[in-house]
């Protein structure tokens, strides 16, 4: 922090003195429906839904469960981080993570972790996530319920708002309760930690202000039962921002602020804080902890534009980021800012972003709309072949493609070129950007499993007593005819791996090598196929795993796992279900006894009806009858003795 930051010890020293909160009249806190001037965001282990259970004690993997959800776009993409229990990493573990198809970097020194997720990854995460994406589920039930069904046991789950940053601890607690129920505002110490964007900032002005100094506010709002006495504030602004700025800090007056700051804005502090440039702990002053109180503290000081104003819970760490000002604009403000873009803006941002990802056979694009919101008025996405147009809904573009389709050129080393072009429309005018970029192609085996011979439509589930197709792929520009499959698995819980393939070999019964496509640009592949059986009243798996290693012939090794889940479609004869024969007996006994039953129900209706009806009638009426009675009375009774001689 350079000199010109230090104006701090004049000012503190002359705040002296409580403010009138009648100075805060006219100046109403809305939300901040623009852009918001600050990026705020703070630690917490309190998640808005959440739960423990021991119920993953004694299976074959622990399992945590974390659901994202936005109120609007993350500025940055999820960053999540793994770490091993006690016992390192000898114990399998799986992550499902959903978060909408947000960008994500998950890394962990564990490589036995199993990450189930719909995030798009991004190239700096150290796991990669296997084919299988976790399903699509419309409710935390049913996500808990899959999860249960899939794995036996959940020992963590956690609902997540806006998160930043999330740290995932492994391990369990055979304390735990039995099951997994979901609470509101949980305590997810010790196994997460997370660091949440607040997107509830408020901000008012004065409405005869006349001076653009502005001031942001932070609140703490503490539970009586917190223990947090110490926070460590992460502030940042724009170097060319303008020193008409005043950060108002309030928190019980037992808090200690260690402030890392790179700005020059002045500060108001309750409690007592710390500088990197100063080596004493610095006392705060006083100051109001209302609404009111804070914005009259902040006029009084001659700050009459509110810039941010935000509560939130008590925290160790919160991270504020300052954006750059000229003047600072308020909600009371109609007046449109124009900007400029720079000619370059539209590579900038997509360069920054990489939405391009590649496997050894397709090329898929996914952008989150609001991360084109600095180039504005994109209406349409295409590759270099136009015909290739991103679909598009409220949120993102997408686009999925062969690497042989859409011009995209495999010409350079472990890279696919193409070019997307932005269609962007402005006052009527269209015209079109086009940004060149170079996709990699992982070096490493993929897996993919078919339920057809045509290899068209993989998918992720192993049906039992049914042929499955497996394709092994991967591009080596080198020397691809020295790549060689090695060998391939199939591993399942409680039952002895069964080995499928071997030196390009078919093993074991059922298990046949097909014919792959040709080589094309450095990429190999082979398929075979194999039906999985299992005894008849064997045990019967969640998920099995495809294993399959290849290399050079100097060794050198690729291995890819594939985990599938197991479909067992119809067991001749279920420990848990009723066999064919069973089910075929009650249908047909069902049958017999429905077809007695009409039988028995026809005769008694055949032979009661006559009896009734040969019941003797007088044939002589009352003479206080009237004749038209007399011939109602002789018409109903003639109508179905016609008819019994009829019959």
């Not at 202000?209 to 502005?214: H, K, L, V």
Request: net charge neutral; with cysteine; hydrophobic share 40%.
């Amino acid at each position: 922090m350079g000199p010109r930051s230090v104006p701090l010890l004049p000012l503190l020293l002359a705040l002296l003195g409580r403010p009138d909160p009648g100075r805060a009249e006219g100046c109403d806190l809305q939300p901040v429906t623009a852009e918001p001037p600050i990026t705020l965001s703070y630690a917490t282990s309190t998640v808005p839904r959440g739960c423990v259970s021991n119920s993953s004690v004694g299976t074959d993997h622990e399992v945590h469960v974390l659901s994202v959800k936005w109120s609007k776009a993350s500025p940055v993409p999820l960053t999540v981080t793994v770490t091993p229990g006690a016992g390192a990493c000898s114990r399998p573990a799986v992550l499902i993570l959903l978060c909408s198809r947000c960008p994500a970097r998950i890394t962990s020194p564990c490589s036995n972790l199993i990450l189930r997720t719909d995030a798009h990854l991004i190239p700096e995460s150290t796991i990669r996530a296997p084919n299988l994406e976790p399903p699509i589920v419309s409710s935390e039930e049913q996500l808990l319920a899959w999860a249960l069904a899939a794995y036996g046991g959940i020992t963590s789950y956690s609902e997540l708002q806006d998160p930043r940053r999330l740290q995932l601890h492994l391990g369990e607690d055979a304390h735990s309760p039995p099951e997994c129920v979901p609470q509101e505002n949980f305590n997810a110490i010790p196994h997460l930690e997370a660091e949440v964007f607040f997107h509830g900032v408020k901000s008012c002005s004065r409405s005869d202000a006349q001076s653009t100094r502005a001031a942001h506010i932070i609140h703490l709002q503490s539970e009586p039962s917190s223990s947090i006495t110490r926070v460590n504030l992460s502030l940042s602004c724009s170097p060319n921002s303008a020193g008409n700025q005043i950060l108002i800090l309030q928190s019980k007056a037992n808090f200690t602020w260690f402030l890392s700051a790179e700005c020059n804005i002045q500060l108001l502090v309750s409690g007592s804080y710390k500088m990197p440039l100063f080596s004493m702990l610095i006392p705060g002053n006083p100051l109001p902890d209302t609404e009111q109180g804070l914005i009259a503290e902040a006029f009084e000081k001659n700050y009459s534009v509110i810039a941010s104003y935000s509560a939130i819970p008590a925290s160790t760490h919160i991270s504020l980021q300052i954006h750059e000002h000229g003047m600072v604009e308020t909600p009371m403000s109609t007046t449109p800012m124009v900007i400029t873009q720079p000619p370059d803006l539209p590579h900038q941002v997509l360069r920054t972003l990489k939405p391009w990802k590649c496997t050894d056979e397709t090329m898929e694009i996914v952008i989150i709309r609001s991360y084109l919101e600095p180039i504005k008025d994109v209406v349409n996405i295409t590759l270099r072949d136009i015909r290739c147009q991103a679909e598009k809904n409220a949120t993102h573009f997408m686009l999925k493609s062969p690497l042989s389709h859409c011009g995209t050129s495999l010409e350079g080393r472990g890279y696919a070129n193409n070019e997307l072009i932005l269609s962007l429309a402005k006052d009527a005018v269209l015209r079109s950007v086009r940004v060149g970029f170079q996709c990699e192609i992982p070096r490493e085996l993929f897996l993919r499993l078919f339920p057809t011979a045509d290899f068209k439509a993989p998918q992720t589930e192993l049906e039992i007593n049914k042929e499955a197709f497996v394709q092994a792929s991967m591009r080596w520009m080198d020397h691809p005819a020295d790549l060689q499959l090695k060998e391939c698995w199939l591993v399942a819980s409680e039952r002895e791996p069964v080995l499928l393939v071997q030196g390009g070999q078919a093993r074991g019964a059922g298990v046949a090598v097909l014919d792959g496509p040709p080589s094309s640009h450095g990429r190999k592949v082979w398929r075979f196929r194999f039906t999985y059986s299992v005894p008849e009243g064997g045990h019967i798996p969640f998920s099995a795993f495809l294993r399959c290693k290849a290399g050079l012939q100097n060794d050198t090794i690729f291995e890819k796992v594939l985990e599938v889940r197991v479909k067992d479609a119809w067991r001749p004869l279920n420990y848990r279900g009723l066999g064919l024969g069973a089910v075929l007996g009650i249908t047909f006994g069902a049958f017999l006894i429905g077809a007695l039953l009409t039988a028995v129900l026809w005769y008694i209706y055949s032979h009661t009806r006559p009896i009734s009806k040969l019941q003797p009638v007088s044939s002589t009426a009352p003479a206080s009858e009237s004749s038209s009675t007399n011939h109602s009375i002789g018409s109903t009774q003639s109508t179905p003795c016609s008819t019994s001689s009829m019959a």
